[in-house]
């Protein structure tokens, strides 16, 4: 055997010796991702549509909660090892305090489901703004509405949608339009008030300081 064959067979004999030293962790590693991937195969539908089964909110929901009550034996078992303890722990406290949120999509038609899909959604907002009133930038457009502009583009899509936008507004308490209208008003100024403190630190300050002088000058000592 030539000395560039002999330093190539080396070199070939240390990465398998160290690929042996990582198999155990790949192995855990895959089991890990196997897991990941069942949670997503049951949030995405794939799992009930293979079985037959309606996509709703609550068939998702039975689904996913089997699924913990299931990876919840593995804890107490004996089968995992401490990492794999260890970071199943943390994804079923994270599925935990997120399942009320987690299959809440399913029984609205055009819902986005993922996170791609909503910023798909909150970019299409942005264009059709940018498109009626001409301007780049539409801060002072979301600043004035905030959520409230998804639920317009969704009444004005067809007739259907404004005719049931103009039934649920003859039901509209008077009362309760006034107390929403006063909580909409306060939620607006906290976010311009954040908006204003992020990009326009300084004249937010010196808005605040002149409006503290002219409290205390109004004041009457006795």
């Not at 103009?166 to 954040?194: G, K, N, V």
Request: include cysteine.
């Amino acid at each position: 055997m030539s000395q560039v064959c002999a330093q190539k067979l080396t070199r070939l004999l240390a990465i398998l010796a160290e690929r042996a030293v990582w198999k155990e962790q790949m192995a855990q590693i895959n089991r890990l991702h196997g897991w990941l991937e069942e949670v997503e195969q049951i949030l995405d539908g794939s799992q009930l549509q293979a079985a037959g089964t309606k996509v709703s909110n609550v068939t998702v929901g039975q689904a996913l909660d089997a699924w913990r009550v299931r990876m919840n034996v593995h804890l107490t078992d004996g089968t995992l090892t401490a990492l794999q303890c260890e970071c199943l722990t943390e994804g079923l406290q994270v599925l935990t305090n997120l399942r009320p949120y987690l299959v809440q999509c399913y029984d609205l038609q055009g819902f986005p489901r993922t996170n791609n899909e909503m910023e798909r959604s909150i970019r299409h907002l942005k264009t059709q703004y940018r498109r009626v009133s001409g301007r780049k930038n539409w801060n002072a457009y979301l600043l004035r509405y905030g959520s409230r502009v998804a639920y317009a583009v969704w009444w004005e899509q067809d007739v259907a949608h404004r005719a049931a936008l103009h039934q649920q507004a003859t039901r509209i308490d008077r009362s309760r339009w006034q107390a929403f209208r006063r909580q909409t008003r306060l939620a607006r100024r906290e976010q311009l008030t954040r908006f204003r403190f992020r990009h326009h630190c300084p004249s937010l300050l010196a808005s605040l300081e002149a409006r503290w002088l002219d409290a205390t000058q109004s004041v009457v000592l006795p």
